[in-house]
């Protein structure tokens, strides 16, 4: 019943939010900063403490206490991360019947979206939410998913615990098996950590322009509307890109268990 209830709040939201969605994607040739001002005015992006005027150049002690703490162990974590990762719960309009993940196999944008749908997947099973990572620079990643081998970003956002006093962060299109220690991931998406700004932020930052910190809950209809929006893309360029779509977003996903 649960799964049925969410997938008719989709269906409701999709319908009823008009929501700008925060596109990360930017040219190749265009700077991180730019492509973001195209998305977001300078006076509201700075305004505040959102994530974009709280980040800082990478640093090997930045500060991690916001982030929640991860009472279980690492292995605990990566077995739950599997589950919201593999979640079929979401519809497309056009397909009905066939539940759909988060868009991991659609790299080029939706990064917030997802991010949120591992908190949300983690509060469903009655934990605590990871907090929110979000990076700002000229990022790229290589991908298959794609008519490039690779995807370019002005910012990327994901979840994330501390164990043991290092930060541990959640995204499949990364790392689709488990997690990845900061430092890692941020080299993963952009070849050097340290040209890379951070912002580390309580569950509820979502994008650039939100607050870091303090903030109220994420809107529903916001959340959902986002995530729906890049399942037809998701679709559309696997069968662009030589992929069984039913397959890769069904029942046999490309990634290791």
Wanted: glycine share 8%.
């Amino acid at each position: 019943m649960k799964t049925l209830s969410l997938i008719f709040s989709v269906i409701f939201f999709v319908h009823h939010s008009n929501a700008l969605t925060p596109s990360a994607e930017r040219s190749p040739d265009e700077s991180w900063y730019h492509a973001l001002m195209r998305q977001i005015p300078a006076t509201e992006s700075l305004q505040g403490r959102t994530a974009l005027s709280s980040a800082r150049y990478f640093r090997d002690d930045v500060d991690l206490s916001i982030l929640p703490v991860w009472k279980g162990s690492a292995q605990e974590l990566i077995s739950l991360v599997k589950q919201v990762r593999d979640e079929r719960i979401y519809e497309h309009s056009g397909d009905r019947g066939f539940l759909r993940r988060s868009t991991w196999l659609y790299p080029n944008d939706g990064c917030f979206a997802r991010a949120e749908h591992v908190a949300r997947g983690f509060a469903r099973r009655g934990l605590v939410r990871p907090g929110k990572v979000l990076a700002f620079g000229n990022l790229r990643f290589a991908t298959t998913y794609g008519p490039r081998a690779t995807v370019y970003w002005s910012y990327h956002v994901a979840a994330a615990f501390r164990i043991g006093g290092r930060a541990y962060v959640i995204d499949p299109v990364a790392q689709p098996g488990g997690i990845l220690p900061l430092k890692e991931w941020l080299l993963r998406i952009s070849g050097e950590p340290y040209n890379v700004r951070v912002a580390i932020c309580d569950t509820n930052a979502y994008s650039p322009s939100t607050s870091c910190s303090g903030a109220g809950t994420v809107h529903q209809g916001s959340f959902f509307s986002h995530q729906l929006s890049y399942l037809a893309p998701e679709w559309n360029r696997l069968v662009n890109s030589g992929f069984d779509p039913r397959k890769a977003l069904g029942e046999n996903p490309p990634w290791p268990n």
